[in-house]
């Protein structure tokens, strides 16, 4: 089955804890990219992939890191989470301008 | 950059009706899709219309591109329909989607 999987699905951490979330893709996409969700700010693009080793700022990169060291995998890491950080986050993957595809969602909460 | 707008923003049902949510878009796309956000945060692929219609099930949607709108309809709503739609349109080659601010959409038994 073709998919976009992210772990955990839940996380409660407290403030400058280092953490990573996972996101894997079974479709051998070249594009992948992670997106967090905010009341009354929409979705928003964190960092974007267009290929192994190549990645790129979206619209609020700050207090993120990525890494594509694989193609069917792309880390979302959070050196020093903030409480401001809490949020929805989504990871992403297609080929082009084609369909894509979502992960199941990771609810970061920091305390 | 496009600007993708979608209405209405809210939306209650009763269960059994029909709706039609719309999208709007600033600028030729060559892609579009169609999400819902169920109560539970995730977001399900419905339709990736470019342009003409499709159908799946209850739900079809139609994008006229050359008039850069797309439009969902929902009809016989049931309770699990409810939700936000969205709407999105690829931009910079696709490596990041533009999303409408959604329409919020509540089917009552």
């Known amino acids: 089955e073709a998919q976009v999987t992210q772990n955990p699905r839940y996380l409660i951490t407290v403030t400058g804890k280092k953490l990573t979330v996972t996101c894997s893709q079974n479709?051998?996409?070249?594009?992948m990219s992670w997106y967090r969700q905010d009341p009354g700010l929409g979705l928003r693009q964190i960092y974007y992939?267009?290929?192994?080793?190549?990645?790129d700022k979206g619209d609020v990169p700050e207090g993120y890191k990525v890494s594509r060291k694989e193609k069917r995998n792309f880390p979302l890491i959070l050196e020093s989470p903030s409480p401001n950080q809490t949020s929805l986050y989504f990871c992403?993957?297609?080929?082009?301008?084609?369909?894509?595809?979502f992960g199941q969602g990771t609810r970061l909460t920091v305390v | 950059g496009i600007q993708v707008e979608q209405s209405p923003p809210d939306l209650i049902l009763q269960e059994g009706a029909n709706s039609t949510l719309r999208c709007n878009f600033s600028d030729s796309v060559n892609n579009l899709q169609w999400f819902h956000q169920n109560p539970w945060g995730q977001l399900i692929n419905l339709f990736y219309i470019p342009s003409g219609t499709k159908q799946n099930g209850r739900l079809s949607a139609t994008t006229v591109a050359t008039e850069r709108y797309s439009l969902l309809y929902i009809s016989s709503s049931q309770t699990t329909d409810s939700g936000v739609y969205f709407c999105?349109?690829?931009?910079?080659?696709?490596?990041?989607?533009?999303f409408g601010q959604g329409t919020e959409l509540s089917v009552k038994p």
């Open positions: 999105a349109v690829p931009y910079n080659q696709g490596g990041k989607l533009i």
């Open positions: 479709m051998n996409h070249e594009y």
């Open positions: 992939s267009m290929n192994v080793e190549v990645t």
């Open positions: 992403a993957s297609g080929q082009g301008t084609t369909e894509a595809f």
